[in-house]
């Protein structure tokens, strides 16, 4: 064979055992194309395109692109956790700019590639990580490069989170959009018209709209849902998005925690996503109501109860019930709320006061674990003659046992919430001996729903006092001493005191140590259950939570003390101090019990909150009196590590000085932070649905120092300096100016600390030019 005609690989075995002669025949043989054996796992370029993928349907994503984005993931991450303005910054250079131009790089890097990012395992976290710090141009570009595959990505195990996540931030864009706040787009001739996000969602759920019905049953589509619906009707969020687990499991909850903080990396964007969503687009809503519309259609009677009984779609069903309610449909015969009532709001319809038959589907929501928060809902946003029909028949002559149950418990509770005073007489009759048994089985949520519900409608049956003491095997007037401990703990008194009876010295101990070296299960520690029902009791109207408060006050100040140590047991002290039912002169009265022993109660990380707290509710006397009393304590306080945030409110030094401008102080603090609550609470910023207004005190700790040059002074001075004895408010000028004080004694050092203070000052006001750098 000519040389020029060999080819590499093995030879072929007929052409290398044939004879010479016969290989002579062949006069310039023409070359074949050798057929070379491969291994079954290779498989051909051109099969390996046209088969579809599941777990990359756009491709695999390129070994050199997601090591780029790791790159970008691991930067981002340190961005979010430290927020340090000079991370990486040299020079003048802005560090949002610096930040900014990062972020272009790794989109330029991301464009044309979005597909495959978002259905690639490790770069699909990135993703969602970029959409927080991505502008509302740029959201829009995104979500627009997805149009068109949403169905597929909705479906997929990653993509379909980088999809959640653009629902949730594009709250703050389409909210921005109705205002009439709209980002200045680039021209550009080459592309289109560049739709705005509200049309971008509208279009999202025209793609998905046919198969609706079939997404909510899906795996990792059933989440994305419930994320759209949140974002079709923003009047669920207030009650809906408090709860992890109508968007997410617990277990992507936790693998989501694990990825660190999900925020915007540029620091002036901070609280753009606060903003009111009232003023949606009209258009969000009627595709909310045309997407019941459509799963109605789709669905008959028997599949939409099945999805009750389905763990995927239960949640996604219990949102659509919450749409419903919220476009006023629920109240309409062959409504989804009716399909899974069996047809009571249609009879309700007919006649008002009729009387329906029991329904053992019914019955299998109350006592299911899944189904019955779809069951929660429905008592909770059903219509009122729906709801007596179903309290006719499913829990009146029943109470007793459903109070019990593991699981219909949580279901009575939120039907009690939505009881009237009949229904609450009711209940009262009917679990009058059945209380204890609630307690022993540390099932509080009914006795809680009760009391809190009474407190709501201003119960004027029978006091409560009674149902408590009965619940926990309390008769006697001196047993009523008891009261406090045992509800936190939630023991009856003979198992309280037998509790008590055979603890050791060894067990006090450990129980009067740290919160971590305290046993995981100790049988007197204070539970979440008996701290919520102390607080629902306390906030009863006053005659009726009069029992509870003498209960707190017979207790000696050592276990008042503890109690403020505990994580529960001082939010007890906390709603005491807040609650408008309980009068003025009692919250005085537990101020004025801790004199003496407040350099205790604030040695501890709790304690020091009740302590604060005591003190923001005192007036100038009673603040005076706290402090007067802490005089001999000073040192102890100023060692101790939480103690010492609470002796910078008392300004010890200033009193013993001049106690006449020490009270004026407290006084002025005193108006200043009345008209900042008041400020709060009149801010039209602060009255979004679900949000509560801050507290005073809250506001006070996250307040920073009116002067850092002062703070910087009191720390390396310590008592030797107070702020509120100088002129802070005074220019720089007259405070070498001012004239000496009256007192004699103190005038010469307070002139000499005045000036000191001034050179502080105008050395910190003068800017001092920063040094070239080096050129090498």
Not at 299 to 309: F, P
Not at 499 to 507: K, M
Not at 682 to 710: H, M, T, W
């Amino acid at each position: 064979m000519p040389r020029e005609n060999r080819k590499r690989g093995k030879k072929h075995k007929k052409l290398q055992e044939a004879p010479q002669e016969e290989q002579s025949r062949f006069k310039d043989p023409e070359p074949q194309p050798e057929v070379h054996e491969q291994p079954s796992w290779i498989v051909p370029a051109a099969n390996r395109v046209e088969e579809l993928n599941p777990e990359a349907p756009f491709g695999f994503v390129e070994v050199d692109v997601k090591a780029y984005f790791r790159t970008v993931d691991v930067q981002i991450q340190d961005w979010q956790e430290s927020q340090d303005e000079n991370t990486g910054v040299d020079g003048d250079v802005d560090p949002n700019e610096q930040r900014r131009l990062f972020f272009i790089a790794a989109l330029n890097e991301m464009h044309g590639k979005e597909k495959q990012l978002a259905t690639d395992p490790d770069c699909s976290v990135v993703l969602e990580r970029m959409t927080y710090s991505m502008d509302d141009f740029v959201r829009r570009v995104f979500v627009d490069s997805l149009a068109g595959s949403y169905e597929l990505l909705l479906r997929h195990r990653f993509a379909s989170h980088v999809c959640q996540t653009l629902f949730l931030v594009a709250r703050d864009t389409i909210s921005r959009e109705a205002k009439g706040i709209k980002p200045t787009m680039p021209a550009s001739q080459e592309e289109g018209e560049l739709r705005t996000l509200t049309q971008l969602i509208l279009d999202i759920c025209e793609e998905i709209l046919p198969n609706f019905s079939s997404l909510l049953m899906d795996p990792f589509a059933s989440h994305v849902i419930r994320s759209l619906l949140l974002l079709l009707s923003p009047n669920l969020s207030a009650s809906e998005e408090r709860s992890q687990s109508t968007l997410r499991s617990k277990k992507s909850a936790a693998w989501k925690a694990k990825q660190g903080q999900m925020k915007s990396v540029f620091t002036d964007d901070k609280g753009k996503g606060k903003e009111s969503l009232r003023s949606i687009p009209s258009e969000l809503r009627q595709m909310a109501r045309r997407i019941v519309e459509v799963v109605r259609a789709d669905l008959g009677d028997n599949e939409t109860r099945a999805l009750a009984a389905n763990k995927v779609a239960c949640p996604g069903l219990q949102m659509l019930l919450e749409v419903e309610a919220d476009q006023d449909m629920a109240n309409e015969a062959g409504s989804l709320m009716d399909r899974v009532m069996v047809g009571v709001i249609s009879a309700c319809r007919n006649d008002h006061s009729a009387d329906i038959k029991e329904s053992d589907y019914l019955g299998t929501l109350l006592r299911d674990p899944n189904s019955s928060h779809l069951l929660e809902t429905i008592v909770s946003r059903c219509p009122d003659d729906a709801f007596n029909a179903l309290w006719r028949t499913y829990f009146k002559g029943k109470l007793a046992r459903l109070a019990v149950h593991p699981v219909a418990n949580f279901v009575l509770a939120k039907a009690l919430e939505h009881a009237s005073n009949s229904q609450l007489s009711e209940t009262y009759e009917e679990l009058n001996g059945s209380w204890n048994k609630l307690i022993r089985t540390s099932r509080t949520g009914v006795l809680r729903a009760v009391i809190d519900r009474a407190s709501v409608l201003g119960w004027s049956g029978k006091p409560f006092s009674d149902v408590v003491c009965s619940a926990f095997d309390i008769v006697t007037e001196k047993d009523k001493k008891s009261l406090v401990p045992c509800v936190l703990t939630l023991l009856s008194l003979s198992d309280y005191r037998t509790t008590l009876a055979n603890r050791t010295p060894r067990d006090d101990t450990s129980r009067q140590g740290s919160r971590q070296s305290r046993p995981s299960q100790d049988p007197l520690e204070a539970k979440i259950q008996g701290s919520i029902l102390l607080q629902s009791l306390l906030r009863l109207p006053e005659p009726y939570n009069q029992f509870v408060i003498d209960a707190i006050y017979s207790l000696s100040i050592e276990e008042r003390i503890t109690t403020a140590h505990s994580t529960s047991g001082s939010r007890v002290f906390d709603v005491l101090l807040e609650s408008n039912t309980v009068p003025s002169k009692m919250k005085r009265q537990l101020v004025i019990d801790f004199i003496g022993h407040y350099h205790v109660l604030v040695d501890d990380k709790l304690g020091s909150r009740v302590g604060d707290r005591c003190w923001a509710f005192s007036d100038t006397y009673l603040k005076e009196k706290i402090a007067r009393s802490l005089i001999s304590q000073e040192q102890s306080l100023a060692a101790s590590f939480y103690g010492k945030f609470f002796a910078r409110n008392l300004n010890l030094y200033l009193l013993q000085r001049r106690p006449e401008d020490w009270r004026n102080l407290q006084s002025d603090r005193k108006r200043a932070q009345e008209q900042q609550t008041s400020k709060v609470i009149d801010s039209p910023s602060i009255s979004v649905a679900g949000k509560q207004p801050r507290s005073a005190d809250s506001l006070k700790r996250k307040a920073r120092p009116e002067n850092e040059i002062d703070a910087l002074f009191n720390e390396q001075l310590g008592k030797k300096i107070k702020k509120a004895a100088l002129a802070d408010d005074l220019p720089v000028a007259e405070v070498f100016s001012q004239p000496p004080k009256t007192d004699v004694k103190s005038r010469d050092t307070d002139k000499e600390l005045q000036l000191v203070l001034g050179a502080i000052r105008l050395a910190a006001s003068t800017e001092i030019p920063a040094k070239k750098k080096r050129r090498h």
